[in-house]
C-alpha cells in the first residue's frame, strides 16, 4: 500500500513537471565549457546525458533557442521502428529499439514507450517486393519484420479497409511488431532532468549567432543572445537549421529543409491498436492514449523554413487516411502544425566530425529521426567523448559525400517524403 493518498499521488504528478523546471531553470551560462551542444531537442539533450552518464563529463551547455523540445522532438508523430533496409542504418536504428526498450527505467521518467507494432501496407507488386526485401534483410540482421496478408492485416487491425474494390486494395503487409510509439516531449524532459541532475547546464532562450575560431581554425566558443560562451568542442544538433549553423564555422553541408507536418482528430475510444502506414496511398495513422487520431503524410515539395506546411498535403493525407479508413471520414481534426527537418542526398543521417577541429555535427534525420533519438545520442556521445566513432555510427560521416560511400535509404522514411 503507498503511503500516499490517490489525490496526494495526483497532485505530484501535475506538480512534477514544475517542480523540477524550478530545479533545473536557466542557470547562468558560465564563461567556458568542455563541450557546447547547440539545440535542446531529444538527440541534443541526450547526447549531454550520455556524455555525463557514461563518460562522467559534466563540464557541458546545452542552448536552447527557444524552449526544450519545442522543435521537432515535440512536433513528430512519434513512430519508432528499425525495419530500414541496409546493414549499417539497422545496426543505428535497432540500436536505438534497444534502448528505447529500458529508456523509462534508465531516465525514472515515463517516456510511455508503446510497443504495439507498425504495419505497413502493400497495395501493389512493387510495394510486395520492397517490403519482402526488407524482411529478408532485417531478419538477417537479428530484427523482427513479418509478412502478412491482407486477412491477417485486418485481423490486426480491424477498422481497415481490405475489400478488393478499394482504388488501391491492401494486397497485405510487413509487421514490426517491436515497433511502436512514445511520448515525444517525455524524452526531451527526461534527458533533460538527468543530464541536469549530473550537473549539466541547459541554457533556454539562448540563441547562437556566431561560432568563433582560433587562429589556428579550431573551435573557441559561440556568441549568442546572452553573450559569448567559450567552448573546447561544439557539437551541432539543430536539425531543420543545421545549415545555417554550419555556416557560421563557415561549413556548407548537403542538406534541404523541408517543412512536415501532421494533425490530430477530436479524441476518439481505442479504435486503432497499431502504427499503419501506407507508401502508396501515402498516408499514416497511430492513436494516442489521449484518444487523438494522429495522422500525416509527406513533406511540402519545396524547400522551406516555415513552420506550418500547406494546406494542400493536409487534403491529400486526408483523404488518404478516408480510402483506408472509410469509418473515419466524419471524424474531425482538432489541430494541424509543421516542422523543419533536415534531408540529405541518400536519406541517412550525418554523425560525426566536420572539417573544422573541435567541431562536431549530428543531423540529417529528415522525416525520421524521433524514433533514432536514444541510439543517436548514444553513439555521439562516444564519438564527443572519446574522439573516435562509436562503430555504430562509423559509416555516418559527413565525407561520405566525397567519397560516394552512400547509405542509400531512400524508401526508409517510408510515406514521409
Ligand atoms: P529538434 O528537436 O528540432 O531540436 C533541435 C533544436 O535546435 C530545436 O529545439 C531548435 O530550437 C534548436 N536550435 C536551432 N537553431 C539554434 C540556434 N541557432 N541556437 C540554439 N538552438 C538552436 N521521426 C520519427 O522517427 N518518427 C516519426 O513519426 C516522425 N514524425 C515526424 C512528424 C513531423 C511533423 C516532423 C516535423 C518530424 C517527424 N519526425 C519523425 C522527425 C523527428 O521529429 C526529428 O528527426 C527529430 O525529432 C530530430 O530531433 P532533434 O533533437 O535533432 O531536433
Ligand atoms: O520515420 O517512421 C517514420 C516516420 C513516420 C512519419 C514520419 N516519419
Redesign the pocket.
Known amino acids: 500500500m503507498s503511503k500516499f493518498s490517490f489525490f496526494e499521488i495526483m497532485r505530484k504528478a501535475l506538480n512534477h513537471n514544475e517542480d523540477w523546471q524550478r530545479q533545473w531553470a536557466d542557470p547562468e551560462p558560465k564563461k567556458d565549457y568542455d563541450i557546447i551542444i ?7 539533450l541526450g547526447t549531454a546525458c550520455y556524455l555525463a552518464k557514461e563518460h562522467g563529463l559534466t563540464n557541458i551547455a546545452v ?4 524552449w526544450i ?5 515535440g ?6 521502428r528499425s525495419n530500414y533496409l541496409y546493414d549499417e542504418s539497422a545496426a543505428l536504428y535497432d540500436h536505438s529499439v534497444r534502448l528505447w526498450e529500458g529508456l523509462s527505467q534508465d531516465l525514472n521518467y515515463n517516456v510511455m514507450f508503446s510497443q504495439r507494432g507498425v504495419m505497413m501496407l502493400a497495395h501493389t507488386d512493387h510495394d510486395r517486393h520492397s517490403f519482402q526485401r526488407h524482411i529478408h534483410a532485417n531478419r538477417l540482421n537479428g530484427i523482427d519484420n513479418e509478412w502478412l496478408d491482407a486477412g491477417q492485416a485486418q485481423d490486426y487491425c480491424p477498422a481497415l479497409d481490405i475489400s478488393p474494390a478499394a482504388r488501391y486494395p491492401v494486397i497485405g503487409a510487413a509487421l514490426q511488431r517491436r515497433g511502436g510509439v512514445a511520448r515525444h516531449d517525455a524524452v526531451a524532459w527526461g534527458y533533460a532532468r538527468a543530464a541536469s541532475e549530473c550537473g549539466v547546464h541547459i541554457i533556454q532562450n ?3 549567432t556566431n561560432i568563433t575560431r582560433h587562429a589556428n581554425g579550431s573551435v573557441s566558443g559561440v556568441e549568442t543572445s546572452r553573450g559569448f560562451i567559450g567552448a573546447k568542442k561544439i557539437a551541432v ?5 543545421t545549415s545555417n ?1 554550419m555556416r557560421m564555422a563557415g561549413v556548407r553541408m548537403p542538406l534541404e529543409s523541408y517543412p ?3 494533425l490530430v482528430s477530436e479524441p476518439l475510444k481505442p479504435v486503432i491498436p497499431c502504427v499503419i502506414m501506407s507508401n502508396s496511398v501515402h498516408a499514416y495513422i497511430s492513436q494516442s492514449d489521449k484518444g487523438e487520431l494522429v495522422i ?1 503524410a509527406g513533406t511540402d515539395q519545396y524547400v522551406s523554413y516555415s513552420q506550418t506546411g500547406s494546406l494542400p498535403v493536409i487534403s491529400h493525407t486526408l483523404e488518404a487516411i478516408c480510402e483506408l479508413f472509410p469509418i473515419f471520414r466524419r471524424v474531425r481534426m482538432m489541430r494541424s502544425w ?2 523543419i ?1 533536415d534531408v540529405t542526398p541518400d536519406r541517412s543521417p550525418i554523425i560525426g566530425e566536420t572539417p573544422v577541429p573541435g567541431l562536431f555535427v549530428n543531423c540529417g ?1 529528415g ?7 536514444p541510439g543517436s545520442a548514444h553513439v555521439f556521445a562516444h564519438h564527443l567523448a572519446t574522439g573516435t566513432p562509436h562503430p555504430v555510427n562509423a559509416p555516418f560521416t559527413l565525407k561520405r559525400f566525397e567519397t560516394g560511400r552512400l547509405i542509400d535509404e531512400a524508401a526508409a522514411a517510408a510515406v514521409a517524403h
Open positions: 547547440i539545440g535542446g531537442g531529444g538527440h541534443g542552448l536552447e533557442k527557444g523540445g519545442g522543435g521537432n522532438t512536433r513528430n508523430t512519434t513512430i519508432i539562448c540563441e547562437v544538433v539543430a536539425a531543420g537549421n549553423v512536415l507536418q501532421a500525416g509543421g516542422g527537418v534525420w522525416t525520421g529521426g524521433f524514433k533514432a533519438t
